[in-house]
């Protein structure tokens, strides 16, 4: 079965720190990569989509960046934090074999930056 | 991607269906509508995805009339912990991947 992970699970940051948040998934491979955030009482945003090593796709322009160094790993990076940054990160992934909308969501992070 | 527009918040009583409807007036030829389930602190979990009619799996049933421009998702006899929001989405399929956007959802409360 197919798993993901997602860590820290909580974090909590100055204004101008950099960032890393880590998603990995097990069980499959070649997956579809996502990072979403979700405001406090708010619907998710999508930032980032990958459909394979090295290829990113930019939905919202920000201070934020991703990356995926390999095929089941997807980074979310900021060099600098913005008090706007705050929030609650998802990374999802799905297949690639068939055009769906089923995505599968990590227990994600929840960023406080102070 | 067809906008969509679901209710803020509805409550309900354990035991009880609950229908939530979506309106998607302009929805496209190819799109297909989903639905998703989130508890607080977590990430949404798919519910249910369908294109017309009713489809139905082992959580829940999806209601699309023939102009597809609204849809149902009902849940029968509900529990507490069906307290969550859900999400409806509207959108083509294509390519392999997709990407979902998120409204604010109605937010469901299921009291005792």
């Known amino acids: 079965s197919q798993t993901i992970h997602q860590w820290p699970a909580t974090l909590v940051q100055p204004v101008g720190s950099p960032l890393s948040l880590e998603c990995t998934v097990e069980?499959?491979?070649?997956?579809?990569l996502y990072w979403y955030r979700q405001a406090a009482g708010r619907g998710l945003q999508l930032l980032f989509y990958?459909?394979?090593?090295?290829?990113i796709s930019s939905e919202v322009p920000q201070n934020l960046s991703a990356s995926r160094p390999q095929d089941r790993q997807f980074i979310l990076s900021s060099k600098k934090l913005l008090l706007s940054d705050s929030g609650f990160y998802l990374c999802?992934?799905?297949?690639?074999?068939?055009?769906?909308?089923?995505?599968?969501f990590g227990p994600g992070t929840r960023l406080t930056v102070t | 991607l067809a906008k969509t527009t679901q209710p803020i918040s509805m409550d309900s009583y354990e035991g009880q269906e609950v229908n939530i409807t979506c309106s998607h007036n302009?929805?496209?030829?190819?799109?297909?509508i989903t639905w998703y389930q989130q508890f607080p602190s977590q990430g949404p979990r798919f519910i249910i995805q369908?294109?017309?009619t009713k489809v139905t799996n082992e959580v829940a049933s999806l209601f699309i009339p023939a102009d597809r421009k609204s849809s149902t998702l009902s849940l029968p006899r509900v529990s507490l912990s069906d307290t969550a929001v859900y999400y409806c989405?509207?959108?083509?399929?294509?390519?392999?991947?997709?990407?979902?956007?998120f409204g604010a959802g109605t937010r469901l409360a299921v009291h005792p």
């Open positions: 302009n929805i496209a030829t190819n799109d297909y």
């Open positions: 990958s459909v394979g090593i090295g290829q």
């Open positions: 069980g499959t491979s070649n997956p579809n």
């Open positions: 999802a992934w799905s297949r690639t074999s068939r055009a769906t909308y089923e995505q599968y």
């Open positions: 989405l509207v959108g083509p399929l294509s390519g392999g991947y997709n990407k979902l956007i």
């Open positions: 369908g294109y017309k």
